[in-house]
Each structure stands twice: as structure tokens, then as C-alpha cells.
């Protein structure tokens, strides 16, 4: 039997896959992609700026049912529709990281290929002590 164990939280899937929200196997907590829905409507709003705040929110949440916390992200990599999106999940990134000497890593990308309205995703890495 695997200690792996696979992480949800309420409200936030990746609709009928799968795919858990996240994994972790001893202290090492990784996710699958994390996006902007919106748990109450079970939806992704159509605005940037809303997609990325609950991009982090769900990120958080998810962090947090996996025994870990943002302060606990090592790595994060952030998909992006258009270019212009990063501005919004900059905006985000500096509420949720505010000191700049304590941040994880990051890489961005393009991703024209996102489904339908989605505008962002991310997916990140994690220790979570126990």
C-alpha cells in the first residue's frame, strides 16, 4: 500500500476527471492545475482579474488540506492565455508572497491551448512539515 494520498477540497475539481487537486507522499505536496473556479457558481468567471484571485485562493485552500501553506511553496509555474494576464496574477502573487526575500520560484508560459474561458492556471510544488 502507497503512502501517497490524493488531496480535494470542497468545491474545487477538474470536472469529471480523475485527477485529484493534489498529491502528497511524505513531506512533498504537489498539484495538479490549479484555476480561478469559483466553488459557489462551480464556474470560472469571465474576468482576469477574478480567475486570478480565486486561482490563489483555491491554491491556498488546496495547500492547506494538504498539511502545507503558501508559505510551505518551494516552486510555482503560471499559465497564462495572453500575455496581458500577468499583470493580474502579479497583482495576486505579491498579496499571497509579500516578502520579496521569502518567495518561491516561478516560471510563467504561454498557453494559448487553456480550455474554454479559462485565462490562468498554475500548478506548484511544496514541503509540508509534519
Known amino acids: 500500500m502507497s ?3 490524493s488531496i480535494e477540497v470542497e468545491g474545487y475539481s477538474h470536472g469529471n476527471l480523475p485527477i ?3 498529491s502528497r507522499v511524505g513531506p512533498l505536496v504537489m498539484t ?3 484555476h480561478g473556479l469559483d466553488p ?3 464556474k470560472l468567471p469571465d ?3 477574478e480567475q486570478a484571485r480565486l486561482m490563489f485562493w483555491n491554491l491556498e485552500r488546496i495547500m492547506k488540506a494538504a498539511g502545507a501553506g503558501l508559505d ?3 516552486r510555482m509555474t503560471v499559465y497564462v492565455k ?3 494576464a500577468r499583470a493580474a496574477v502579479n497583482a495576486e502573487w505579491v498579496q499571497a508572497f509579500p516578502d520579496p526575500a521569502s518567495c518561491p520560484a516561478r ?3 504561454v498557453n494559448e491551448s487553456l480550455p474554454s474561458n479559462m485565462l490562468v492556471q498554475c500548478d506548484a510544488t511544496a514541503y509540508a512539515a509534519d
Open 40 to 42: 459557489e457558481t462551480g
Open 82 to 84: 495572453v500575455p496581458e
Open 3 to 5: 503512502d501517497r494520498k
Open 20 to 22: 485529484p487537486a493534489a
Open 47 to 49: 474576468d482576469l482579474a
Open 32 to 34: 495538479g492545475g490549479i
Open 107 to 109: 516560471h510563467t508560459l
Open 72 to 74: 510551505r511553496i518551494v
